[in-house]
């Protein structure tokens, strides 16, 4: 990125030209990430909201909450949850156990401000769902205080990480929407302390996922006219940066590189998002790297016969040579390879052996060191591999 040149007119702050001589925000301007990471699952991290004084908020799960039986109609699902598909398949199965009286569902839920006796779910929509299929009139909620929209994605995006992963593409809108909210504590709390009349996120009635960025569009454009926090960059006044990723990189515990190759996902046309939700995160991320709309889909139609390494190497080769088309590249790296399936059968018997020896290898080292606890721990993990061994014949 060109560092650009700028005269700086801001309260109390002097900025680095290099940390926003573009927007970081906009998925078009993340850059590609070329480093292959495996599916990252969130850990969110200190994911506690800024109130609109500049103060860390308690996280909402150091405040009291309470078990209640309600009313399975006096739920609401939160329509800016980060999971956009609900797989009906997993809701006919919880439906299947509760209807057996095997499971009993928990759901978290928040009250309705303006709707006394109801309830927000925060984490559980689909075990809600599940309920109400299996005829259940009540079901066990937890009521949490009133969430923050970051404490209430927080929550949502630990959820998913230990329950079912988030797929590609709702990952990097997560991803994004964290940074979103991140930037909105700051503006208004850069508004407020200079005294700025403006309307908190906390005071609106948020029902669509695009009004966050709405707001904090708002937001820098009340702190570009009250000339707070602006940069000036080619003869243009700009709102300076607020919130820096690694911030959000850390609240989620994901690395950089992991960060913009899922955010990267979102550069896809939106009909091209919808239909890599289906292929592998790896596979998303790599057709996600080239800029050509028609190379894009031409990959995205073949991907699911592809294996990694061969997606990557199509789109290394289309960005080195634009004029390639995918056929073409797929055709010469079938050549190179002499046809050979990396994941075939000879390959993953070689792999297992090794994995063999090496546990042989390990067990015979640990077998003289370990106290009779730590024995009958890896003796479990022993049993349950002889079962899943069983199970395969």
Not at 107 to 124: F, S, T
Not at 186 to 206: G, M, Q, T, Y
Not at 367 to 390: G, I, K, M, N, Y
Request: glycine share 4%; proline share 6%.
């Amino acid at each position: 990125m060109t560092a650009a040149t700028y005269s700086v007119t801001t309260v109390g702050q002097r900025f680095r030209p290099s940390l926003y001589a573009q927007d970081p925000h906009s998925p078009q301007n993340q850059e590609p990430a070329t480093t292959s990471v495996s599916s990252v699952g969130f850990v969110p991290r200190n994911a506690t909201s800024v109130s609109p004084g500049g103060t860390e908020s308690d996280p909402a799960s150091a405040r009291i909450t309470e078990l209640r039986s309600v009313s399975v109609d006096s739920l609401t699902p939160c329509v800016l949850q980060p999971r956009l598909n609900i797989s009906m398949r997993l809701v006919a199965e919880l439906a299947d156990s509760m209807e057996a009286g095997r499971h009993q569902p928990l759901i978290e839920v928040e009250p309705l401000a303006d709707q006394p006796g109801r309830y927000q779910i925060v984490c559980g929509e689909q075990r809600w769902r599940a309920a109400r299929q299996a005829g259940l009139r009540e079901v066990t909620v937890r009521v949490l205080p009133p969430l923050s929209h970051r404490e209430r994605l927080g929550k949502q995006l630990e959820e998913n990480r230990l329950r079912s992963n988030l797929d590609v593409v709702e990952e990097g809108a997560a991803i994004l929407r964290m940074k979103t909210l991140a930037d909105i504590s700051i503006a208004e709390r850069l508004l407020r302390e200079a005294n700025v009349a403006f309307e908190p996120l906390d005071s609106r009635r948020i029902t669509d996922r695009d009004d966050f960025q709405r707001h904090l569009t708002g937001l820098k454009r009340l702190l570009i006219d009250s000339g707070v926090h602006v940069v000036r960059i080619a003869d243009q006044i700009q709102c300076g940066p607020l919130s820096p990723w690694r911030e959000t990189e850390r609240a989620l515990g994901i690395s950089e590189a992991a960060r913009k190759q899922k955010v990267g996902v979102l550069r896809l046309p939106p009909e091209l998002q919808e239909e890599v939700r289906q292929l592998p995160a790896e596979h998303a991320i790599q057709i996600s790297r080239l800029s050509d709309r028609e190379q894009q889909e031409e990959l995205v139609r073949q991907a699911s016969e592809l294996t990694h390494r061969q997606v990557r190497a199509a789109v290394d080769r289309l960005r080195s040579d634009p004029r390639l088309g995918v056929d073409q590249v797929l055709a010469v790296e079938a050549i190179q390879t002499g046809g050979a399936d990396p994941l075939g059968f000879e390959r993953q018997l070689a792999i297992l052996a090794d994995l063999s020896r090496q546990l042989v290898r390990r067990l015979s080292l640990l077998r003289s060191r370990l106290e009779p606890e730590q024995r009958s721990q890896v003796r479990a993990l022993l049993v349950d591999l002889r079962r899943q061994t069983e199970e395969f014949e």
